[in-house]
């Protein structure tokens, strides 16, 4: 399967374009790797929640994919001490 479509959600824009650009070419990098691998990747549900998360050192990536159309939805990103109090 071909890299999937990246659709990015406003809160994700706004926290993304505020880091390091050394963290955010961490988090690029593995948002790439996740949308070559979509329908292979590991991916971890969030507990009693549809959304999935994906770890990038002290940050965590919030996202949802749609598999038949090849869709990765990055719902938003954080530090894991706060990303998942959304």
Known sequence: MSQATEVYAREFDTIFFALPPAVQDRI???????????????????QG????????GDYRIIYKFDLPRNELLLVTLGH???VYRF
């Open 49 to 56: 929640r549809s959304e999935f998360h994906l770890r990038v």
């Open 80 to 82: 894991r001490r706060e």
């Open 28 to 46: 690029e990098r593995k948002i790439r790797e996740l949308g070559r691998r979509l329908e292979s990747f590991p991916h971890q549900r969030l």
